[in-house]
């Protein structure tokens, strides 16, 4: 590096020294760049220009047709409503459990939370067999079918209902950090007053939450356009197109040569995300209620009606999760679907078929397994080094960057996939070699779609965090690294490794993008559950959704296990 000598013939500082801290920070701006931003705008790029320039007359020609336009009014359509059904049931669940006295909510909560990280083809195959016509659960009701009768969940009621349920634990989570927030003097001014808890809850309770509703919406809305394992399930049977599911029959029923429409499709379906995103803050920002807070959250007595209260709850539950999932186990039992389960019809065949026998499936495993710890490891560094920029070193680029790893997590799943295609079909510049068809592929995918899952946990933790410890070690000599392993590490490692396990408990099972991007050589286990089901090789699907659910089950048993060492409220069933 070359130094300017001054008057006293003394060399001066160097104009620009490369340090470690900018150094890790360009690296930072090269992974967002690459696999964030450039997707985005490869797939902007594609929908709207031709070779000849602007795409108009492709452009009409799709808009034209009237699939497209059934496809975009379903969309819509599905998601405003099933959004209705996630807030009504998220928001009762959440004034019960944050504003009353009852008993038991560990258990009613963890319950409440569980279908939320099970995969959501695994749901919705678990509720088409448990309510099929002919299925034990409306036999058991004596609602049974004739067969050949229509199933009910095939119909976009079905979409829209499965949706809600499935969403309602979102809402949940979104509405209690609101509501723990309620002042207790107005609550207690009220009650004073001689309002009863109904009262309170419509008068004081809900309005100041509203802005937590209106957020919670929004994430219900968002899950809901880009939920593909519920719409794929039930839309493509009951022949109910949207957007999402329309993308990828296309995508696999044409190939490459779709890209450029199915491009378009997803700014669509990017738009209506980022549409319900800002509306949602905007109403948040109009109805902002902070007032001075409590110091103790306000609980509502339920007196005798607790005992009623907790049996709906239980009710609620049991038919939303545990008949989908005892039927879901009934069928992977059995030797055929279909049959019911007894003493000569019981096997585990499928069990040791899917674990042992089942090349396929172990390979998809074993991807899904690699490419999640990666992800999960390579983003918790990632996140911690970005974390510090964004806390204590913000300027156009860190906001650039925050930006880029935020609109990726934004984005539909099978948008950033048909976003994933586009820019690395053919072959990386420089090198000459293509990751389209192989197992990088998807890690891009997972990085760029998981980096805000991991960093909004990271941030929190560096809020809390008193920066002279840092700027003491500074001052003492250590180096940016230095300083990151001996003082930053330490005290954001809790949080670090939270998110950590929250990325590896979406991505393990992860659908939305891998569908579009797995291959015959390279496939991944969330997938393989569609794929059997559309073979016919529904018992053996269903003992592969089992077997998932119970790897959920035990991530969130250990967790909870090991909640002392993570920091408070990354548990949302603790208490």
């Keep these: 590096m070359t130094s300017i000598p001054n008057s006293a013939g003394a060399p001066r500082a160097p104009l620009f020294r490369l340090s470690s801290e900018r150094i890790v920070l360009a690296l930072l701006a090269v992974l967002i760049l690459s696999v964030s931003v450039a997707p985005m705008l490869r797939l902007a790029q594609a929908a ?3 070779d000849g320039g602007l795409a108009i007359e492709r452009l009409a020609k799709l808009f034209s047709r009237p699939q497209t336009g059934a496809a975009i009014w379903n969309t819509i359509h599905i998601s405003l409503a099933s959004t209705l059904v996630s807030v009504l049931v998220g928001t009762i669940f959440a004034v019960i459990m944050v504003q009353t006295d009852l008993s038991g909510k560990s258990a009613l909560v ?20 448990a309510f099929s016509p002919s299925g034990p659960v409306l036999g058991f009701l004596g609602l049974s079918m004739e ?44 009650r004073a007053a001689g309002a009863g808890p109904g009262r309170v809850l419509l008068t004081v309770i809900l309005p100041l939450a509203r802005g937590g509703m209106v957020a919670a919406a929004s994430l219900a809305f968002v899950s809901a356009i880009g939920n593909f394992g519920i719409q794929a399930m039930l839309g493509i049977p009951a022949r109910v197109p949207t957007l999402i599911t329309q993308i990828y029959q296309q995508i696999n029923g044409l190939g490459p040569g779709a890209l450029p429409n199915m491009a378009a499709l997803s700014l669509v379906l990017t738009a209506l995300t ?25 609980m509502l007595p339920l007196g005798r009606a607790g005992v009623v209260v907790a049996a709906l709850l239980w009710g609620y539950l049991i038919v939303s999760l545990l008949l989908p999932l005892s039927a879901l ?8 679907y279909g049959l019911p389960l007894t003493a000569e019809t019981m096997t585990l065949k499928n069990y040791v078929s899917a674990l042992f026998q089942q090349v396929s499936l172990r390979d998809a495993f074993v991807t899904s397994l690699w490419l999640t710890l990666f992800t999960m490891g390579f983003l918790m560094l990632a996140s911690v080094f970005l974390g510090y920029f964004l806390t204590w070193r913000r300027g156009p680029l860190v906001r650039l960057l925050h930006f880029g790893s935020e609109a990726a997590y934004t984005l539909p799943g099978i948008t950033l996939g048909v976003a994933m295609i586009l820019l690395f079909l053919r072959p990386l510049p420089g090198v000459g070699v293509s990751i389209y068809g192989t197992p990088w592929i998807i890690l891009a ?8 899952l991991a960093l909004r946990p990271v941030l929190s933790g560096y809020a809390q965090i008193d920066r002279a410890l840092e700027e ?13 392993r001996d003082v930053i590490w330490p005290l954001i490692a809790p949080t670090a490794i939270a998110a950590a396990v929250i990325v590896f408990m979406t991505a393990i099972n ?12 390279t496939r991944t286990i969330g997938p393989m559950i569609i794929f059997l089901e559309e073979g016919g090789a529904s018992t053996l699907a269903a003992a592969v959704g089992c077997l998932m659910i119970l790897g959920v089950l035990a991530l969130m048993l250990l967790s909870t296990a090991l909640s002392r060492f993570l920091p408070k409220g990354v548990l949302p069933w603790q208490f």
């Design 274 to 298: 980022v549409a319900g995103v800002l509306l949602a803050a905007r109403a948040g920002d109009r109805s902002d209620t902070r007032v001075d807070l409590g110091s103790r959250p306000l």
């Design 445 to 452: 995918a997972y990085v760029a779609g998981f980096f805000a």
């Design 329 to 336: 186990l009934q069928t992977s039992l059995v030797t055929a």
């Design 110 to 129: 963890f319950a409440f939370v569980l279908p939320l990280m099970i995969p959501p083809q695994v749901t919705a195959m678990a509720w088409i067999q």
């Design 472 to 484: 003491a070690a500074q001052v003492a000599g250590a180096g940016f690294l230095r300083r990151m």
């Design 510 to 521: 992860e659908i939305q993008t891998s569908i579009l991007l797995i291959s015959s050589g």
């Design 147 to 190: 067969a050949g009768t229509r199933h009910p969940l095939y119909s976009k009621t079905g979409i829209i209902l499965l949706l809600g349920i499935y969403n309602a634990p979102l809402v949940y989570l979104a509405m209690q950090a609101s509501l723990r927030r309620i002042p207790l003097d107005l609550a207690e001014a009220a």
């Design 48 to 50: 709207l220009f031709d």
